[in-house]
């Protein structure tokens, strides 16, 4: 039988569970919020995340509305739900297709939503939606196609000779709110080799993607990288020619085969110049249509922005900083954790620094999934949350963030401890005077 201390104890088991899932799910929607576009996911009810799920059928398409919502108890005990209705089609075929593919479609989400049972799930579900449509969705859609349903109507039996298209040669010009990861950066080039593009990448903020080759590996790429993490991307432009059979897909390149990343915008701009691409390169810029009117790519809405923070301690710092690294990545921003010891001797304790930059939304998101996570331990080792984290300078960066930044340095353990000068030369080049002043004033009290 259990005592009247036993059962206080129990309650305050379940409360701390009960606040621990609530800390959890809001950083799921506070996460989502963040990454997706207003039209692409939103969040409604307190505990529940729609996403739009667009399935091309042809000329047409239908939309899928993916309903995920978190029980009470999601994730420590219960998993995920997953429900979905077809929203709209644009033609009756495309809307039969989406109809028939919905069950399987929600049976394979909530098959993962199981396995994940006891995690969090909102975003590999939501993941996993976008791959199942570059899977799974074109091998439906071939199927109909075979049996005479397929999205250009009916099949004809009157015995005509089928049609080939002539190929056509692409372009795009993809913007991103910035590219900086070396791990994201080598994925590029990757994916690029494999399907034979050329152009350049422009890295740090903002990042700019300048693709070239046959139209379909141009779309084939920019639809696997839009399925990666990213703070913003969107095409801003694009161009297509029907190539002539006499010439080569090399014959209409315009850059060297392969993608060149380059840091510096005007050397990209002076390339797209003088291969006679400058009105593809001023979309960048949302300049369309020879329209020579001022603008700019370092608005509020595209510059980088950025958090300088001081925490006092770390009791069990591997776990601590494995947690900033793990949570920085999936939210797609740029983190430097360092420590410096007063006068560069290891015997004083180390003054604590952690910097963020991206997008705003991403870095505020950051901080409050930061003072609402347990990432610590107390004096007795049991989790708590930081409560002595200072922000030192938080704001759009006076300029670009540095291409000479390494953010696998700036997070790395094994580069954790820095001498002061060291500190302060990696602090101007990611967040200005204001961080570096920052450090320094405080290295001094």
């Known amino acids: 039988m259990l005592g009247t201390r036993d059962c206080v104890a129990m309650d305050y088991d379940d409360d701390h569970d009960q606040d621990n899932n609530k800390e959890r799910q809001e950083a799921e929607l506070d996460f989502v919020e963040a990454a997706y576009g207003s039209d692409e996911a939103w969040c409604e009810d307190s505990w529940k995340v729609f996403r739009r799920v667009n399935l091309p059928f042809g000329d047409a398409s239908a939309d899928i509305i993916l309903e995920l919502h978190m029980p009470e108890l999601y994730p420590t005990e219960d998993c995920l739900g997953v429900l979905g209705v077809v929203e709209r089609a644009s033609s009756q075929l495309a809307a039969k297709a989406a109809y028939d593919a919905l069950p399987e479609f929600l049976n394979s989400c909530r098959q993962l939503a199981r396995a994940l049972e006891g995690d969090e799930a909102v975003l590999s579900v939501l993941q996993f939606a976008d791959e199942w449509v570059s899977d799974e969705w074109p091998a439906i859609v071939s199927r109909l196609n075979h049996n005479g349903q397929g999205a250009h109507g009916d099949s004809s039996s009157s015995g005509t000779a089928t049609v080939v298209p002539s190929p056509v040669f692409g372009r795009r010009l993809i913007y991103s709110h910035h590219i900086i990861a ?215 960066l006076q300029r670009s963030v540095s291409t000479k930044v390494d953010s696998e340095s700036a997070q790395s353990e094994e580069e954790l401890n820095q001498s002061l000068s060291a500190l302060l030369e990696l602090s101007n080049l990611i967040g200005c005077d204001s961080w570096s002043g920052a450090i320094r004033n405080s290295m001094r009290r």
Not at 209 to 230: K, P, T, V
């Open 182 to 396: 070396k791990r994201k950066r080598a994925e590029l080039q990757a994916l690029v080799s494999e399907h034979k593009l050329s152009g350049f990448v422009k890295i740090g903020w903002p990042g700019i993607i300048i693709i070239e080759g046959l139209e379909e590996d141009c779309q084939a790429f920019y639809d696997e990288i839009r399925r990666w993490s990213w703070q913003h991307l969107e095409v801003r432009g694009e161009m297509q020619e029907i190539m002539s059979p006499e010439k080569t897909v090399d014959e209409y390149r315009k850059f060297n085969y392969g993608v060149r990343e380059e840091g510096d915008m005007s050397v990209v701009a002076t390339a797209c110049r003088d291969a006679g691409l400058e009105d593809l390169f001023k979309t960048s810029m949302k300049i369309y249509d020879n329209t020579f009117q001022t603008s700019t790519n370092s608005s509020e809405s595209d510059a980088a922005y950025g958090a300088l923070i001081q925490v006092d301690h770390m009791n069990d710092g591997k776990s601590y900083r494995k947690w900033l690294r793990r949570t920085a990545s999936e939210i797609d921003i740029l983190l430097m954790i360092k420590q410096c010891h007063p006068n560069d001797d290891i015997r004083n304790r180390p003054a604590i620094f952690v910097g963020l930059v991206g997008g705003r939304d991403a870095v505020r998101s950051m901080l409050k999934r930061w003072r609402t996570t347990n990432v610590d331990v107390d004096s007795r080792g049991k989790p708590c949350l930081e409560r002595m984290m200072n922000v030192l300078s938080e704001g759009y």
